[in-house]
């Protein structure tokens, strides 16, 4: 083949495929399934979140919809961005939804697991801040493992509750925001409709006790059979205020 035939070739199957990808539509990003009936629970996730925070509550509330005749729970995550999210362990997350641009369900409880810097510079992130607290207003639940308490705390969510976090976090928690009234010596505390845990793997037995608070013992110990947990709320050391 001559060299002109062979140009005039690559120049028209160039040609077909710049036409190609401007005529096929982009894929658009999957969503999660929601039952119309269940509750929604948001995780707000960002680098740098720790896995077991996030995993935790996560695994707890996903395997309601294993359960019948309850309010199952719908779990998905929400960050500032559809682009993956590197948690501080290394494993990439592609969020569900982007709360800067995207319109997002309401959501009936807001999850906050701790996340790398929730004690220097996600403190100034003023977006992330405020979503928190438009989540606050209409949320039944607000909730947070570890240093995700900063975070409420910062929004200003924490005033008048007691609140509790990551056990060598305390005295820096009370630094930081001295009018709150902190509760050390316990794996969670339920004030209002705030619910603030030590975060780790006790980042589970938070997660549990809102499940035997929506559903009751028999579903919440049955979550925890599920998952190889003994649960037993009254073994439980915690401060549950009503």
């Not at 160039?14 to 658009?28: L, M, N, V, Y």
């Not at 948001?42 to 720790?50: E, P, R």
């Not at 003023?126 to 606050?136: A, G, Q």
Request: negative net charge; hydrophobic residues 40%; charged residues 20%.
């Amino acid at each position: 083949m001559r060299p002109y035939l062979i140009l005039c070739f690559l120049v028209i199957l160039f040609s077909s495929c710049k036409e190609k990808a401007k005529t096929e539509p982009k894929s658009e990003s999957v969503r999660p399934l929601l039952n119309s009936n269940g509750y929604n629970v948001a995780f707000l996730i960002m680098n740098g979140t720790y896995n077991t925070e996030f995993t935790a509550p996560f695994d707890i509330f996903q395997h309601t919809q294993y359960r019948k005749n309850i309010k199952v729970m719908n779990t998905f995550t929400v960050a500032n961005t559809l682009d993956a999210i590197t948690t501080f362990e290394g494993v990439r997350i592609l969020p569900d939804f982007d709360y800067t641009q995207d319109s997002i369900p309401k959501i009936d409880i807001l999850v906050v697991p701790s996340a790398e810097h929730h004690l220097d510079s996600d403190l100034n992130d003023t977006l992330m801040l405020n979503f928190v607290k438009r989540i606050d207003k209409e949320a039944l639940y607000m909730t947070s493992h570890c240093d995700g308490a900063f975070v409420l705390a910062k929004a200003g969510l924490l005033n008048d509750v007691v609140s509790t976090t990551f056990p060598n976090d305390i005295e820096k928690y009370k630094q930081m925001f001295p009018q709150l009234h902190v509760k050390d010596s316990v794996l969670f505390v339920h004030d209002g409709k705030y619910i603030t845990s030590a975060g780790g793997a006790k980042s589970f037995e938070a997660a549990l006790y809102l499940c035997e608070r929506l559903y009751g013992k028999e579903i919440a110990r049955s979550l925890a059979d599920g998952l190889v947990i003994d649960w037993n709320l009254e073994e439980v050391p915690s401060l549950i205020l009503q």
